[in-house]
C-alpha cells in the first residue's frame, strides 16, 4: 500500500508600510515592504496555521508587545490592517455563473484570475479543483475546510494590548501571500534636537531659544509642537560668558 504524501504549500509574509491610510485605500506602492521569513511557513494542505508553532501575526517591533502605553511611531490601517492574497487570483466575492454558465460561489477562483461572474465581466471559467477562499461544509452543514482570515480579536496582550490580528485557519492547496498594513500613527510624537548657526558657521542656538522664549526642558514629557532648551545650553551659555570674563580679566592684569 503507497503511503499518501501531501504537497506542501506556502504562505510569506510581508510587513508594508504606507504614506498614508489614502495611499493603501488608492492601491499606491507603499513606501516600504520587508519579508519577515521567521513567520513564513511552508506546510501540507489543510494545515491549521493557527495552531503551534505557527504565528502569523502583526509585527510587535513595529506596533508595540504591549507592555508600554507608548505610541508607537506606526499603528496598522483602521480599515485594511492586513490583506490575505493568492497566487491564483482574487477569490469570488458574489455568486453566480461563469462563461460557460458553470456557477460560480463565493471564494471560487476562475481561470482569469478575476474571481468575476460572467454578469460581472468575468471572462474565466470556475477553478473547482482549487480549494476555495471561504469555509467549505459538507452535505451535513459540518465544516470541513476553514479558510485562512484574520481574527479581529487577537491581541499582544500585556498592560496596553494592541490588535495583532492573527491568521487562523488551514492552508489551501496554493501558495498565500499575507501583508500588514502599517501607516503613521497620528498620536506619535517625538524630540527633534535643532542646533541653528548662522551664515558663518556659528552657533547661535542660544539666541533663538532667547529670541523664542523657549523655556528649560521638563523633566517628562513636554507639549507638543513647544520648543525647549536644554540643559547643554545653559552649560554653552554660562562657558561663553565664563570665557568672556577671564579674557577681560587678562587685558585687566
Known sequence: MKKMILRKFNIRVFDAKYKSS???????????TQQRTAANISQPVLTDVASAPFNISAN???????????????ILDATTPVTI???????????GMDIANNAIKVGQFTTDGTGKTAAAGGTGKVVTTIIPAAD???????????????????TTGGAHPRNTYKIKGQLPNQNVTITYNYV???????????????QLGNNITDKVATAISATAEPAGAGAVRTFYKEMWQYL????????HFRQVKHRIT
Open 22 to 32: 489614502t495611499d493603501l485605500a488608492n492601491g499606491n506602492a507603499a513606501e516600504t
Open 60 to 74: 510587535t517591533a513595529i506596533i508595540g508587545d504591549g507592555s508600554s502605553a507608548d505610541q508607537t511611531m506606526y
Open 85 to 95: 492574497t493568492y497566487t491564483k487570483g482574487e477569490p469570488a466575492t458574489a455568486a
Open 136 to 154: 467549505v461544509q459538507d452535505a451535513g452543514g459540518n465544516t470541513v475546510y476553514t479558510a485562512l482570515k484574520a481574527d479581529t480579536t487577537s
Open 184 to 198: 503613521p500613527n497620528p498620536a506619535f510624537s517625538t524630540n527633534v534636537k535643532v542646533i541653528y548657526v548662522d
Open 236 to 243: 554653552h551659555i554660562f562657558m561663553q560668558r565664563l570665557m
